[in-house]
């Protein structure tokens, strides 16, 4: 697909896309089981953001981090919790999260019945998360 | 609500969400039935995108437009139809949509039954766009 190009990423059920690869959420041991998917931004495409869809199955978890860029968050699927600034709020369909500059967050899915799939939209060119410690 | 604070904008149910409040889309008489919420980007967040939830009721329909920025739209709500590049192509819940520069496109409902909402995301600095035809 080229970035000169509209695309449509039809939704073919159960939070699958056509040509959409599933991928690992990234390198590195502080997380559980998340995938990650990305609807816009690793195509050369001239947007300023990036928009990815990421899945985290039952007991599973994203890094507890902290960085300088902001970043938004949409539901799409299932129920699960935030843990923003060390505080616990649950999520659910189309709950949206605006996560500010250095504020400590982690996407949780504590529920055994469905995974929990959110949309988090980020700048392309961002700083590296740091990984934090509630206790 | 400032840009220095994370904050969760709960789904109260029926897509409407807590202290959110629908606007007009835009200031021009080429569209329809569209209201559009400003999730992120209009309190000086520093983020290089906005995230937007447009919604278009039964019979209503978006400008039919063309602009250098690229965009990316993901339906949260019911069913409708994009015209793009002068061609229709339906879309439901969790299709994703990226419009490349300069194509030509208009988000429509046909369907009686039900508002068609979805999310757009853009670059908060962008040009404007400029009304087209497919006649």
Request: charged share 25%.
């Amino acid at each position: 697909m080229s970035p000169d190009a509209s695309r449509l990423l039809p939704h073919t059920g159960d939070f699958q896309w056509a040509g959409v690869v599933p991928t690992d959420y990234k390198d590195s041991d502080d997380f559980r089981e998340v995938t990650r998917r990305v609807f816009v931004g690793d195509q050369e495409e001239p947007t300023s953001f990036q928009v990815r869809y990421f899945e985290v199955a039952p007991g599973g978890f994203t890094t507890l981090e902290r960085h300088e860029h902001a970043h938004c968050v949409v539901v799409l699927r299932g129920r699960g919790e935030v843990v923003l600034n060390c505080q616990t709020h649950p999520m659910s369909f189309a709950d949206v999260l605006y996560v500010a500059p250095w504020e400590s967050h982690q996407l949780r899915n504590p529920h055994p019945d469905e995974p929990f799939g959110f949309l988090c939209i980020v700048d392309a060119v961002r700083d590296r998360p740091q990984s934090v410690s509630c206790a």
